[in-house]
């Protein structure tokens, strides 16, 4: 079985850009959920998405967007990049219900 | 809202014994898990625990009690490739979905 896959593992931006990051979980797996990893935050909750449906969502600024499709394959978008947006970001995704989360090897986005 | 603290290093020696602790507060405990992540790659899965209790799973051991608000890792006759950081993770009961609330993470470095 495949695991959770993020597409692209590197990008690097500029300030002002936009950025679209794409994760597919693994087959059967209707949530989807998003984070960044800082060195100085550790692991911060993005949103999660359920059956397309933005079920959580954490604190971040109206920057940060994502969607769900019906296969389940979710994006993230970030618009108006700033350089502390740089960070790695990780999806995960699961079945549902009190199970634990399966991680992708994550994007690393680098805002110059 | 929700706060986890865990220690931000530790260093054991090849084949000892290392605690990583874990305090929590929350306001609708639903489930701690703990991850453990190498550098650069994605967080793996160890142990999940929603009721009071020690669950073993060969060298790695995973505690919990909810009335404290603490759990810990123990990692038994600790290898190389131990070295990694391990994240400590709690699920609030009144959050929707499968929201998770990341500790800051522990460092462990093995040494010889």
């Known amino acids: 079985k495949a695991g959770v896959t993020q597409t692209p593992r590197y990008l690097i931006k500029t300030r002002g850009q936009q950025v679209t990051l794409s994760c597919s979980p693994i087959?059967?797996?209707?949530?989807v959920s998003w984070y960044q990893q800082t060195p100085g935050q550790g692991l911060q909750f993005l949103f999660e998405?359920?059956?397309?449906?933005?079920?959580n969502k954490g604190n971040f600024p109206g920057r940060f967007s994502g969607r769900q499709f019906s296969n389940s394959r979710s994006e993230m978008n970030v618009s108006t990049l700033e350089l502390g947006d740089s960070a790695l970001y990780l999806c995960?995704?699961?079945?549902?219900?009190?199970?634990?989360?399966?991680f992708g090897q994550g994007t690393r986005l680098t805002v110059v | 809202g929700q706060n986890i603290d865990q220690p931000t290093e530790m260093t054991a020696t090849e084949g000892a014994i290392v605690q990583i602790n874990c305090t929590y507060q929350?306001?609708?405990?639903?489930?701690l898990f703990w991850y453990q992540q190498h550098a650069g790659e994605a967080p793996t899965f160890l142990s999940y625990?929603?009721?009071?209790g020690l669950e073993e799973k060969g060298r790695f051991s995973s505690f919990l009690s909810r009335s404290k608000g603490y759990s810990y890792l123990l990692l038994k006759e600790l290898q190389m490739k131990d070295s990694a950081s391990y994240l400590c993770?709690?699920?609030?009961?009144?959050?929707?979905?499968?929201?998770?609330?990341f500790g800051g993470g522990t460092r462990v470095l093995v040494k010889p």
């Open positions: 087959s059967g797996h209707r949530s």
């Open positions: 995960a995704s699961r079945p549902d219900g009190n199970t634990e989360a399966f």
């Open positions: 625990n929603v009721l009071d």
């Open positions: 993770a709690v699920r609030d009961l009144k959050a929707a979905g499968n929201k998770l609330t």
């Open positions: 929350t306001s609708g405990f639903n489930g």
């Open positions: 998405y359920f059956s397309e449906t933005q079920r």
